[in-house]
């Protein structure tokens, strides 16, 4: 990871955008609760319906789920998930585990439930007829313009995927053929950790950039 | 859309900021095809492999595809399966796309085919038992890095869509398993479009963001 300290030397308006891509973190437990200002929601779902989209099909929705019985409901389906995955681990793995708080769906003051509608534009979505998933790529595009958006923002955003697709479509009424991609905690946190929480845990540590890189082929360093 | 202009009243870098993710085009046609400064390149893969993935199991790879030949088999596939897609359009729709100008493989400086492979972080990758595609949306919020970073740095960035997965991944030689997601067009740029291609052409247009947004339930205003 490149750092972009005070001295990084680079133009302050690239330098200050690096930098909210550094800060961004994956929150469980610096929810403060506190209200969002409805300003800032709104350019924070407006970066995200910016994002590109296959075919410009913009395929995404976003339900916004304040409703604490609904959270709560959703709330109990993940920490049954918990044991499911839970359940699957042994030894140093499941003590591990133990300890990672993996949502923080009460805590936090917003859950955004993002969904794929494949019918949007259909039936021609240019760039879509070879790769199916296109669709579903462009959903995740927007969710990263909200996460750099809220961090932004000052907020925090937690991706919470222990869930079934199923049991999230019918808690929030998704219409047939309508897909959850992501439940999004959404709010103000008291602070946002520099290191992960999966590597401050000893979940596992980040991989080197170098490794990704590939000339011309595969494997080609 | 949310514009913000020099009367945004927001603090500079929160401006500057959002102006980044506006800015950011799917670019086609505006490749100057110059070199790309290797600082510049670093920084942009660096931002793409500070994405959040699920498990931190950072699953997705770059292969940076410079040779000529190469990359004129590829457009060769890329015109080939634009011809499939043309074939399933009638009457205004088949005009339209003859517009539209779907690749910039060869005009770009550089491209870069983002992998995503299953197998890394496995078998208990933290967040993905009960969806399994969670793997392939790290992928794209990697993409989505990138593309912002890019754009920030006054490079322009063009996702390729119209390719057999098989076809790529015999191209860059991917390992069994490994599965390409996007190939990105990358280079410096003569300018970026103000409108997204397809609206300019009379494609499609977008949809105000209000229609995406539900509360509580789907379809609940």
Redesign the interface.
């Known amino acids: ?2 750092e972009h300290g005070l001295d990084s030397g680079l133009d ?3 330098d ?3 930098r ?3 800060r ?1 973190r ?1 929150v469980r437990a610096e929810f403060s609760g506190e209200p969002i200002d409805d300003d800032v929601l ?2 924070v ?3 995200a ?4 989209s ?5 395929p ?8 604490t019985e ?1 959270r709560a409901r959703f709330r109990e389906h993940v920490l049954g ?1 918990r044991e ?2 839970e359940s ?2 042994d030894g140093e ?1 499941s003590q591990t ?1 133990r300890r ?1 708080k ?1 949502e923080g769906i009460l805590e936090s003051s917003l859950g955004i439930v993002v ?1 794929y509608d494949p019918q949007r ?1 259909s039936p ?1 979505v ?6 199916a ?2 669709g ?2 462009s959903v ?2 927007a ?3 909200l ?3 809220a961090t ?2 000052n907020l925090g955003v937690g ?1 919470v ?5 199923e049991f999230l479509a019918d808690l ?4 047939d053929g ?1 897909r959850p ?2 439940w999004l905690c959404l709010g103000p946190v008291r602070e946002l950790q520099r290191v ?1 929480d ?2 401050r845990h000893g ?2 540590r ?2 080197p ?1 170098t490794e ?8 080609k360093r």
Chains 1, 2 share one sequence.
Not at 49 to 52: D, F, Q, V, W
Not at 172 to 175: D, G, R, S, T
């Open positions: 990871m490149i302050p308006e690239l200050a955008f690096y909210v891509l550094e961004r994956d709104m350019r779902l407006g970066a319906h910016t994002a590109p296959v075919g410009m099909s913009q995404w929705d976003f339900v916004l789920v304040s409703d609904a998930e499911v995955f699957q681990l793995r585990f990672i993996i969904t534009g021609a240019l760039g879509r007829h070879a790769i998933d296109a579903l790529y995740c595009l969710i990263q313009n996460w750099l958006a932004a923002e991706w995927s222990f869930y079934r697709e929030v009424e998704l219409p309508v991609v992501a992960p999966l590597e979940w596992r980040r991989r950039l990704a890189l590939h000339r011309e082929r595969y494997g």
